[in-house]
Each structure stands twice: as C-alpha cells, then as structure tokens.
C-alpha cells in the first residue's frame, strides 16, 4: 500500500544554508503524525515545499504514490492536499459561513458558478452546516471573521482546510497563540478530526504533540534525527538532549 | 474522504442549514434604498425631459464607472487605462453602423464583444505581476497602444478628424434617436440597468464570492485550490465588455467617433467618479457618475474658466478627509460645537 504523502530525499537550499537537508518522511493512511524540532530546524520550510509555497531544490513528493513535485500550489490543493498556517491566512472581512461556503464551492464544482445566488445549492449547505457544527462556530457565523475571538479564528483555520475535503492535512502549529480558557475546545476539535483525513502536525507544544500524534519524527538543523512512536521518542536520550532538554524542560 | 457520515449531526437537525442558507442568501436581496434609487432614475426621464441629453451622459458615464468598479472594488485591479475598452466599443460600434448595419442593438452587441476580447487578451498582463504600480503602467500602456493604433489607422477610423457618417436606425424599427436625446436616453438606461442586474447577479455569486476572498487574502485562496489568476481574468474580461457597451452608447446617441473617445482623460475621470462615489458596493460608480456630472455642469455654468480648478479642489477633499469623514461631518462639526460652548 503507497503513504499517504512520502518525500523522498527532499532538498531546500537558501543560497549556502541548507534549510531542508535529504529529508525522507513516510505519512501513513489516517496517520497521526507530529513532527517537531528545535526553532529553526526547518519545519515551516519543510511544510511550504510540501505545499508548494517554495520550489524544491531536489527530491521527490509523492501524494497517494503520485509525483506532485513540480505541481503548483492550486493542483496539489486540488488534488488533495490541505494545510491550514502557523499565522491565521483567513478572509477578515468575510464571515465563517461565506469562508466555508467558499471552500464547499469551490469543491464541489460551484466556485466558477458566477450565475446562481450564494446559499441556493442545498447540497453545499448541508456541507457548510456541518463543518460549522463540527468546529463549534454556530454563535459567531454571522460574524466578520477579524471580530472573532482568537481560538474561533484558529478554528476557522482548520475548517477552512478540512471544507476542501483533503486527503491529506498539514497543520501548522494549530495552537499557537491560544489563549488558555479556549484551548481545551481546540483540542477537543483537533482529536474529533475524521480518521480518513491523515493528517502531519507540526507543532512546538509537547502536550498537544503527545495528546495527538501517534507517531513523531524529530527534524534538527533541516534534516531527519529521529522517528518513532511518542513512547520511543519520549524516552529517546539523544531527543531529549538537542530538543526536549532544551526546550521543554527548561 | 470525508464520507455522509461525518456530517451525521447535521443530518439530525435540519435547523442549521437554513440558517446557513439564510445568512448567505442575505446578502444578494435587494435593499429599500436601492429601489428607491431606481425609482428615482426612472423618474428622472418623465420629469426632466429637457435634460435627456445631459442625463444620457451620466448614464454612460455611470455604466463605464460600473465597469471599472468591478475590476477595483471586486478583483482588486486598479486601472488606468480603462478608456482603451470604452473607445474600442465606440469605434466598434461607429464602424459597424458604416460598414454593415446601422441597427442599434448589433452595434452593441458587437462593440462589447470586441472590447471584451481585448480585455481577455491584454489581461493575462496583468497576472504577471500583481503589484499595484505595474498593473497601474500596464494598462497606461495598452490604452496608449490603442490610443495610437487608432491614430495611425486614419483609413479605418478616420485618425485625428473623426469618424464621419454614422448613421443609427431608430431603436427596434420604431423609436428614432431624436434630437433632444429622448430616444437616446431611455436607451442608455435601459442598457445600464440591464448591465447593473448581470453585473449584481455576478458579484452576490459563489464566483463573486472567490473574487472577494482573492482580494481579501490571496495566499489563502490558493492554498484551497482557487484558481486566483482565471477568476480575475475572467471578470477583467467583464469589465471590458462592460466598458465597450458604455463606449457603443456614447457613439450611438451622438452619431460621432473621434480620438478623444480614446484619450487618457477617459480613463482618468472614471477613476476619479469612483473615488467620489466609492468602491466595491456598484452603486459608487453610478452616483459617482451623477455627482461628478452635476458638479461639472454647475462649475461650468459659474466659471467656465475655471471649472477644473473646483474639479481638483473637490477631489483633493473628498480623498484627504474621506468619504467616510465627509459623511460624518455634520455630527462631528455639532459635536464639537456643543464642547466648545460647554467649556
């Protein structure tokens, strides 16, 4: 059976610094899997070059066993791969509900439509319904999204990639900036995520990367140092040395 | 794959999809004052019979500030060069009524084709990079082109004197353009409301929608596979036949062409009705048009001199203190009033 999403050596140079260093990462079908490392390991750019934000300088990314490395970022989006960012990239000015709804159109073959009024597809807004429901955002929906309190907007964040329906989900540092009292719903929505999306978090906060993940690769100085379960990982000495020793425990 | 039963919950309860139906379908009903405002147009041509011919020039001034208003307020491309489309719809318009028939509605429909395949083909352009001052030179630079092209092809559109001898049969066989522009004017906003309506149902559309989230965050609309560049092309495009209807109007209700349909001032002073009348809502461009040509006619009347000078002094305050202020001020200068007697 092919990964999920598999890169295969993958290289980023920004002129003399090696930013990705031949970084092999397998994500299985429905996998939980979290990868940290230290600031500046290379995580943010790691996930652009999966993304497409950033060409690759050599190696491969394969997509349910298809080559997507010269694929631009609307193909790969298009072809099932979502990611939600580290700094909320949301649609200020418009509502959770017209957000969403766009996503849902734009998936379902209705974005194009420049004929039919926004909310006459019924099929379109059971999907917008649901995913509102699913990220607890039913009291703001109405609601100009910059208005929105902070961990609303993080889920927001989410929903927007999960409405284009991925197959696979990138999430970067989904609960950075959340103030504490709303934390808890984030979590709760992060672990209730559909099991056929699998999903690569890339996060900085060890509780949520335990909670979550059931595997974790560890990236130091833009290349792969470890990998295993987070029992493995937890009470690896050499982990606990360059990343949890320093950071975690500090 | 998210399958039906992830959304089992919703299922359940039928109540959050109207509501979300609800909320979206809010936003393209029309509202009381937008009645009223074409109550108020359609009145204008019973009880002003004798400024039809001034009215008709607000109508296609207000439809060509339509036009732009779309690609601005909706796509979020600024232009200045505009008057590249409405002078191709105009020459289209003036040579179809020469060359092959001078029914109205053809010309029409011809000038708007052409101007919106020019918009198709000029726009990629403006794909290539997205920053504001490029895109403002390149569509400097394609209205000079055509400018020029129109200039030189003095065979074909009779260069600096102007194209002669256009001739428009009456309006569907029975309604001939007359001379107090009746004719022409209940044309002209037949057309501009019939524009207004297509270019309304466009922007409250799913696709109008994706416009407003590319503008809004671009970055983002990418990541969810929206394809950025085809939809701003597409409504460029619009635009543009939008634009070489408004020009077709001008040349059909004056039964003349010239290089000034073409000139910079065109483009200039259709962005400067925008300013005056907002953007982003396609109202801006209407009463845009309605001010600036109200206020020209009036400054003409009392200096005619001078009427620019008021011009730019108008349009210096509307963009230093803004629209948003100007509205305000009223209830800001009484606020400060009554603090200043109170102290």
Redesign the interface.
Known sequence: MTAALQTIALEKRFGGLVATDKVSLTLAHGARHALIGPNGAGKTTFVNLLTGVLPTNGGQILLDGVDITRKSQIQRARMGLGRTFQINQLFGAMTPVESIGLAVSERMGGGGDFWRGIGTRADIMNEIAGLIDRFRLTEVMDQPTHLLPYGKQRLLEIALALASNPRVLLLDEPAAGVPEAERAELLQTLAELPRDVSILLIEHDMDLVFSFADRITVLVNGAHFAEGSPQQIMSDPSVQQVYLGSEEHA | ???DT??S???ASPR??????????R??RWKPAEFVFWLIVAASFFFLPDRHLLLSEIAILGLFALSLDLIIGYAGVVSLGHGAFFGLGAYVAGLTSIHLTGEPLTGLVLAALAAGLLGLATGPLLLLRASDLTRLMVTLGVAMLVLEGANQAAWLTGGADGLTGVMIDPLLGRFEFDLFGTTGYAYCLIVTFAFFLIAR??V???????L??IR??P??A???????GR?IL?LYAFSALIAGAAGALLTQTTMFVSLDVLAFHRSADVLLILVLGGVGYLYGGLLGAIGFKLLQDWFSAITPQYWMFWMGLVLLVVVLIGRENLNALPRTLLARFRKEGRT
């Open positions: 794959m998210m399958t992830s959304l919950p919703l299922l959050p999809n109207e509501r979300v139906s609800r909320d979206l379908l936003r393209g149902r466009v409250t559309s799913p696709y109008g929608l994706s407003r989230a809004d965050n970055l983002r990418r990541s969810m596979g929206i394809p950025v939809r597409g």
